[in-house]
Each structure stands twice: as structure tokens, then as C-alpha cells.
Nanobody, 124 residues
Framework: QLQVVESGGGLVQPGGSLRLSCVAS????????IGWFRQAPGKKREGVAC????????DYADSVRGRFTISRDNDKNTAYLQMTTLKPEDTAVYYC?????????????????WGQGTQVTVSS
């Protein structure tokens, strides 16, 4: 079964940091692009960051550029989202998704399968 599983979410104070992990099982991560998305209550799902299969193509939403960093470790079959200088508006469920085409995009419709999500809450 092909799947990705997110972890690393939690409660953090404004200005704090978290690192999310996305572990792939049933396939080799280096054959897919990876995207991170988030969805806050009452809002549409938003593309946050993506990384191509090769790792050379990276893109971020303007709202997180300069604060979030996406990376991948194909030897560990894992992708990461390092989040710094967190703000209350970053509060959402964060999802990892895999794209077989491999280019990476912030469009959710391009992705082939999704994890269940991990909650990130930024609050004092």
C-alpha cells in the first residue's frame, strides 16, 4: 500500500519552531515530488511548499517564504517541513502529498495521494 504519514505537529508559541516529517511507505520517495499543504477551519486547502523529485525545484507560498524550509532525505524515505517564526495564522492541519509527475507544484489537484494530516497550533 502506497502511503505517506505526517508527524511532528503540536502546540507552539508565536515565534517558535516546529519540524514536520513525512515518511513514505510502499514506494521510494525519490520517485515522487512532495508537497506540503495546510487547511485551517473554514478555509480552503492551501499549498505551502513543494520539492521536486530531484530536489532541485522548490517553491513556497508567499505567506511562508523565508520562514519555512522544505527538504527531503531520500535515504530515509522522508521529507521535512521546517517551520520557524510561527504565527497564529499558521494554525492548521498540515498535509503531506506525493506527486508522481515529479515536478512539484502548489496545486493540490496534481497530487496522487495524501497523508492524514498533523495538527499545528500556534498560540500563547
Amino acid at each position: 500500500q502506497l502511503q505517506v504519514v505526517e508527524s511532528g505537529g503540536g502546540l507552539v508559541q508565536p515565534g517558535g519552531s516546529l519540524r514536520l516529517s513525512c515518511v513514505a511507505s510502499g514506494f521510494s520517495l525519490d520517485t515522487y515530488a512532495i508537497g506540503w499543504f495546510r487547511q485551517a477551519p473554514g478555509k480552503k486547502r492551501e499549498g505551502v511548499a513543494c520539492i521536486s523529485r530531484s530536489g532541485e525545484g522548490i517553491d513556497y507560498a508567499d505567506s511562508v517564504r523565508g520562514r519555512f524550509t522544505i527538504s527531503r532525505d531520500n535515504d530515509k524515505n522522508t521529507a521535512y517541513l521546517q517551520m520557524t517564526t510561527l504565527k497564529p495564522e499558521d494554525t492548521a492541519v498540515y498535509y503531506c502529498a506525493a506527486e508522481a509527475a515529479g515536478a512539484g507544484t502548489l496545486r493540490a489537484t496534481a497530487y496522487d495521494f495524501w497523508g492524514q494530516g498533523t495538527q499545528v497550533t500556534v498560540s500563547s
